[in-house]
T-cell receptor, first 114, second 110 residues
Framework: KAGVTQTPRYLIKTRGQQVTLSCSPI?????VSWYQQTPGQGLQFLFE???????NKGNFPGRFSGRQFSNSRSEMNVSTLELGDSALYLC?????????????FGSGTRLTVV | DAKTTQPPSMDCAEGRAANLPCNHS???????VYWYRQIHSQGPQYIIH???NNETNEMASLIITEDRKSSTLILPHATLRDTAVYYC???????????FGKGTRLHILP
């Protein structure tokens, strides 16, 4: 079956712009989580959505937001981009987010802010 | 913050067993231990998880100490393709987010 699909794979944006990243989870998976990965900070949790509701949130400013649609596809948005937002953004899906289920990650979207 | 401690890097000869330790001394009774790995430029890959019993699957074995304060991931016959960063994570309820630490960078030596 198809894995987790993230689009686009690469993106270059200018400071001050906004960006929207998309994640399509594995069919039947209802939980989607987003992570930011940078060389300095490693993998940092952004937020998790389950059945269109944000269930968990990490320690990121309000410029980072997300949403989940009824088909479980998720988007994350970053407004007023800063140079420090350059990172690999990863999304992961799980059937329900329950602890007995592992998460499947996508290949990520590499965002470069110039 | 991550609830686990791992060595920053380890070496293992190709064909030998790679034993990756993880300390989780503050783990609670209802917290599971998960292992993921991340090969360069790819998303993390789920390996295995367990609560208190040892677990084995096609990729690896997970040995959890009786007091559950530490665990070891065993890759029985390491290959060059096992070169990656390995993350040990503890996770509680179904609503708990997965928090990654720094992980262990495993180098497989030919």
């Amino acid at each position: 079956k198809a894995g987790v699909t993230q689009t686009p794979r690469y993106l270059i944006k200018t400071r001050g712009q906004q960006v929207t990243l998309s994640c399509s989870p594995i069919s039947g998976h209802r939980s989607v989580s987003w992570y930011q990965q940078t060389p300095g900070q490693g993998l940092q949790f952004l937020f998790e959505y389950f059945s269109e509701t944000q269930r968990n949130k990490g320690n990121f400013p309000g410029r980072f937001s997300g949403r989940q649609f009824s088909n479980s596809r998720s988007e994350m948005n970053v407004s007023t981009l800063e140079l420090g937002d350059s990172a690999l953004y990863l999304c992961a899906s799980s059937p329900s987010g329950q602890v007995t289920h592992g998460y499947t990650f996508g290949s990520g979207t590499r965002l470069t802010v110039v | 913050d991550a609830k686990t401690t791992q060595p920053p890097s380890m070496d293992c000869a190709e064909g030998r067993a790679a034993n990756l330790p993880c300390n989780h001394s503050t783990i609670s009774g209802n917290e599971y231990v998960y292992w993921y790995r991340q090969i360069h430029s790819q998303g993390p890959q789920y390996i295995i998880h367990g609560l208190k019993n040892n677990e084995t699957n096609e990729m690896a074995s997970l040995i959890i100490t009786e007091d559950r304060k530490s665990s070891t991931l065993i890759l029985p016959h390491a290959t060059l393709r096992d070169t990656a960063v390995y993350y040990c994570i503890v996770r509680v309820s179904r609503d708990d987010k997965i928090i990654f630490g720094k992980g262990t960078r495993l180098h497989i030596l030919p």
